[in-house]
């Protein structure tokens, strides 16, 4: 689902300067060195969330597709 992140948030995840949100759990997490080494508590970082403008800009059939993946994905845009 990252292609829900604006550039600059995706980057900063990727650093392990920011933090999202768990789909599931809610809490924030941050994914070290590159998504390699799975989730690491991130709560003291900056909280970035899915863009609702990219969401937006998804045809249904996109959006259903997310919708399977991530039931509650809506909860995430911000």
């Known amino acids: 689902m ?39 508590p991130g709560d003291n970082l900056d909280q970035v969330y899915w863009s609702k403008a990219i969401w937006d800009s998804y045809t249904e059939t996109r ?3 997310c919708r399977s993946h991530v039931p509650n994905v809506e909860q995430w845009l911000r």
Do not use: S, V
């Open 2 to 40: 990252g292609e829900l992140f604006q550039p600059g948030d995706r980057a900063r995840l990727i650093l392990g300067q920011a933090a999202m949100p768990c789909p599931i759990c809610g809490r924030f997490l941050t994914f070290p060195n590159g998504f390699r080494l799975g989730p690491a």
């Open 63 to 65: 959006k259903d597709y």
